[in-house]
Each structure stands twice: as structure tokens, then as C-alpha cells.
């Protein structure tokens, strides 16, 4: 079955860390690239970051230099490392894997394979 699992979510601190994957069966996720996009409660959905096929990455301002994209290509998943976790993070985070890698949002389905379920953070004290 075509399918993204995300998972990785939950509760954490301000100034925490937390890892998402994203993990697909029925493609190689080798071959896509895979955006990361979340959205928040009463706002609309935001790009958040993109990796590549060929591993070249974007991510919007609000998160560089606090979160960074890898994939494990023997799991056929794709990482969300996030840290120094802000309030302003919290939301609903969800993978799209992307004929084409792109962040904005008006875009995405020129290139949308899939969508994966979703997966919720946090950022309390």
C-alpha cells in the first residue's frame, strides 16, 4: 500500500529537542523529495522544510538554524530533527512526499504524491 507514517511527536519543554520521521512503504522515498508542514491551532498550514532526492535542503526562516532533514535510506525514512524548540512550534506536523521539493504551500499539489497522517507537537512549560 502506498502509504506515510509519521511519527516522533509529543510534549516538550521551550528550548527542547524532539525528532520526527517520516517513514513510507509502497515507493522509495529515495527518489521524492520530502517536505516537512505544519499547522497550528486557528492558522493556516505553513511550509516548514523540504529535503531533496538529491539531498539538497530548504527550510523556511522561522526554523534554520533549528531544525535539520536526513534520511535513512536502508529504513526508507526521513528525519525532522528539531531543536531549541519554541511555543510558536507547536502544531500539527506532516510529511508530503514531492515529485519536486517545495515549501510553499499554493504549490504542493503540482507535486504531491502523498500526505502522511500527521503527528502532534508540543512546545510547553
Known amino acids: 500500500q502506498l502509504q506515510a507514517v509519521e511519527s516522533g511527536g509529543g510534549l516538550v519543554q521551550p528550548g527542547g529537542s524532539l525528532r520526527l520521521s517520516c517513514a513510507a512503504s509502497g515507493l522509495t522515498l529515495d527518489y521524492y523529495g520530502v517536505g516537512w508542514f505544519r499547522q497550528a491551532p486557528g492558522k493556516e498550514r505553513e511550509g516548514v522544510s523540504c529535503l531533496s532526492s538529491s539531498n539538497d535542503s530548504t527550510y523556511v526562516d522561522s526554523v534554520k538554524g533549528r531544525f535539520t532533514m536526513s534520511r535513512d535510506s536502508a529504513k526508507n525514512t526521513v528525519y525532522l530533527q528539531m531543536n531549541n524548540l519554541k511555543p510558536e512550534d507547536t502544531a500539527v506536523y506532516y510529511c508530503?512526499?514531492?515529485?519536486?521539493?517545495?515549501?510553499?504551500?499554493?504549490?504542493?499539489?503540482?507535486?504531491?504524491?502523498?500526505w502522511g497522517q500527521g503527528t502532534l507537537v508540543t512546545v510547553s512549560s
Open positions: 508530503a512526499v514531492l515529485r519536486e521539493c517545495t515549501i510553499v504551500v499554493d504549490t504542493i499539489n503540482r507535486y504531491l504524491e502523498l
